[in-house]
T-cell receptor, first 108, second 113 residues
Framework: EDQVTQSPEALRLQEGESSSLNCSYT??????LFWYRQDPGKGPEFLFT???AGEEKEKERLKATLTKKESFLHITAPKPEDSATYLC?????????FGPGTRLSVLP | GAVVSQHPSWVICKSGTSVKIECRSL??????MFWYRQFPKQSLMLMAT?????????EQGVEKDKFLINHASLTLSTLTVTSAHPEDSSFYIC?????????FGQGTRLTVV
């Protein structure tokens, strides 16, 4: 069964404490893996698209990497404003399948 | 970047009435739009896929007669929640595909009282 999972479900970090979020997928015919940030009561905000294994993208304190079965979102020296739910999604065919998300809390 | 506008952002309605939510792609033509529903602290649940000029494809368990989707143009899709009930209260989000990625609207919080 095609699916997307994310771990951990929730993560609490101290400001400046780097960590990684995981997105694992089992779909076939991947056409792209997407990372989004979602703040409460708002729609997801696009962060990155990764298309092939070995690809990396960076934006400020965030870095996304992709392998054949999973993607990591690395957060370096996070700040409280990085607190949000981070969603990954996989596109195959005309489908977008979302993972359940990781709720990140960064404490000052 | 590409923008998707969703309106209204928040609506309160009485049980039994219908509510229409609009989703517009502002600077690109979206042949496919998706409608999602999200409950608190949960991820997005796909309700239906809407293709311009054709009938929407609904996910299993989603009542097509209750959630009416119209995609009459390449820039506009609407979701109408008919005969709303309190259990329909949720956060509804649309997205449109363009430039090989999905762009999301701001979401609509529906509260049925």
């Amino acid at each position: 069964e095609d699916q997307v999972t994310q771990s951990p479900e929730a993560l609490r970090l101290q400001e400046g404490e780097s960590s990684s979020l995981n997105c694992s997928y089992t779909v076939s015919g991947l056409r792209g893996l997407f990372w989004y940030r979602q703040d409460p009561g708002k729609g997801p905000e696009f962060l990155f698209t990764l298309y092939s294994a070995g690809e990396e993208k960076e934006k400020e304190r965030l870095k996304a990497t992709l392998t054949k079965k999973e993607s990591f979102l690395h957060i370096t020296a996070p700040k409280p404003e990085d607190s949000a739910t981070y969603l990954c999604a996989v596109r195959y065919g005309q489908n977008f399948v979302f993972g359940p998300g990781t709720r990140l809390s960064v404490l000052p | 970047g590409a923008v998707v506008s969703q309106h209204p952002s928040w609506v309160i309605c009485k049980s039994g009435t219908s509510v229409k939510i609009e989703c517009r792609s502002l600077d690109f033509q979206a042949t496919t739009m998706f409608w999602y529903r999200q409950f608190p602290k949960q991820s997005l649940m796909l309700m239906a896929t809407s293709n311009e000029g054709s009938k929407a494809t609904y996910e299993q368990g989603v009542e097509k007669d209750k959630f009416l989707i119209n995609h009459a143009s390449l820039t506009l899709s609407t979701l109408t929640v008919t005969s709303a009930h309190p259990e329909d209260s949720s956060f509804y989000i649309c997205s449109a595909t363009g430039h090989a990625q999905a762009f999301f609207g701001q979401g609509t919080r529906l509260t049925v009282v």
